[in-house]
């Protein structure tokens, strides 16, 4: 399985060294393709300025059957030229949308991307028909691109229940985590290929952090990062809907700056890309929001409940300058 992580932010990347990742494997399948970034809100621009967006959509591809889905693609002027070049060399066939809640940052492109997909398709197979028959051929049907997410998505197609399990290609296993709070509808997606496991978390779980409560409370989040995530194999990599390791780190270090937590703070400061780099076992060890049972974080925030632990550090973190 390969997955391709790119972001709203503007010019290219080389792939971070892996000697700045303790305790992080790398002998895996997961295979961070060509650095390609797209520049967001600056979709029109010509002069290489950077974006103002910092979310990620991943392209995830199944190695045997090349099928692919695209996840949280909400930037769809940027995305569609990267999905149509490797379309056209036949090196995806690309079978869906998937969303991980119904933000505009993460499902508002579903629409256009859907468009641009048949209207490109449309028109490769119209080009094919003129060139290799001398009359009319049976024309393949593409059909809608169809938009796996919760039900507040654009243009959903389908939403998974809490547990169910869906393929992509010939070798991989996809299971649909809900993890009510940052949204009712927000989903995780595990993608599992043999031993290989990757979580894609949206704004549910960030490197060293969580999203903020804008629909659900602390003891949704609690279950969400602490049960749902958490009982994940330790080894699962994890791939968030946006780059926001420094900014978590920098808070982390303010509550309990132990070993774990400086580790990170190491990892941050040399890499400007982190998706994909932290597995469930590491974000136990590093991220505060996912040790609401650890002492040193009671007392660091003055409560020792788990869900007021989760509350109060939610409420540090969003005055934290």
């Not at 892996?18 to 621009?45: C, H, I, M, Y």
């Not at 693609?73 to 119904?102: C, F, M, S, W």
């Not at 580790?263 to 998706?275: G, M, N, P, W």
Request: aromatic residues 6%; proline residues 4%; neutral net charge.
């Amino acid at each position: 399985m390969q997955v391709s992580a790119r972001d709203c932010d503007g010019g290219a990347r080389t792939r971070p060294s892996s000697s700045s990742r303790p305790d992080w494997p790398s002998n895996v399948k997961f295979q961070r393709a060509e650095q390609l970034r797209w520049t967001g809100d600056n979709a029109d621009n010509r002069d290489g300025r950077k974006g103002r967006s910092d979310n990620y959509a991943y392209l995830v591809v199944d190695d045997r059957s090349r099928d692919a889905v695209v996840i949280d693609p909400a930037h769809p002027r940027e995305v569609i030229p990267v999905l149509q070049r490797q379309i056209d060399a036949g090196k995806i066939n690309l079978t869906g949308i998937i969303n991980t809640h119904h933000h505009g940052d993460h499902a508002g492109g579903n629409n256009e991307m859907v468009r641009c997909y048949k209207k490109h398709h449309d028109r490769r197979w119209r080009w094919r028909e003129r060139r290799l028959t001398n009359g009319p051929a049976q024309r393949k049907h593409f059909g809608d691109l169809p938009i796996t997410g919760g039900a507040d998505c654009q243009a959903v197609s389908k939403t998974p229940r809490d547990g169910d399990e869906f393929s992509v290609g010939q070798g991989i296993t996809v299971t649909a985590l809900h993890t009510s709070c940052h949204t009712q509808d927000s989903i995780c997606y595990v993608f599992c290929d043999g031993d290989d496991r990757a979580v894609f978390t949206g704004d549910t779980l960030f490197i060293g952090g969580c999203g903020r409560f804008f629909e659900g409370t602390a003891a949704e989040m609690h279950r969400a990062l602490n049960t749902t995530l958490a009982r994940l194999p330790d080894d699962t990599r994890v791939y968030p809907g946006h780059e926001y390791t420094k900014a978590n780190v920098k808070f982390a270090v303010s509550v309990c700056p132990d070993e774990p937590v400086k580790r990170l703070e190491k990892v941050a400061e040399d890499e400007e890309e982190t998706q994909g780099k932290s597995t469930i076992g590491d974000e136990k060890k590093h991220n505060v929001f996912m040790r609401v049972d650890d002492k040193a974080i009671q007392e660091a925030v003055g409560e020792t409940d788990p869900v007021e632990v989760m509350a109060k550090l939610r409420e540090l973190k969003n005055n934290f300058r």
